[in-house]
């Protein structure tokens, strides 16, 4: 995570800002449970890994779709600023 970045802990919902930039967003269940996974230092293959086994991934199709939007988003948050920029969301950190 960016150490610049405000994030709040909210139900299902976690909401960030990056006071640097203005950039506010309300994350949905979904993203919020990667933000915290990220948060507590997991690598993007974990996270990959964690959803698939939440969401009761049925077989290779249905993880390499998570896979990819995981890596979607967390490509997003980094372009918005949102993750540390010494630390690449490619390297899943």
Do not use: C
Request: proline share 4%; hydrophobic share 40%.
């Amino acid at each position: 995570m960016n150490p610049e970045v405000v994030w709040v802990d909210n139900d299902d919902e976690v909401r960030i800002y990056h006071p640097g930039t203005g950039e506010f967003q309300t994350l949905n269940a979904t993203a919020a449970r990667i933000w915290r996974k990220l948060a507590n230092g997991a690598q993007i293959d974990d996270v990959v890994r964690d959803l698939a086994t939440e969401f009761d991934a049925q077989d290779e199709h249905d993880r390499r779709l998570i896979d990819r939007d995981v890596r979607e988003f967390v490509t997003e948050l980094g372009q918005l600023g949102m993750l540390d920029p010494s630390r690449p969301a490619e390297a899943g950190r």
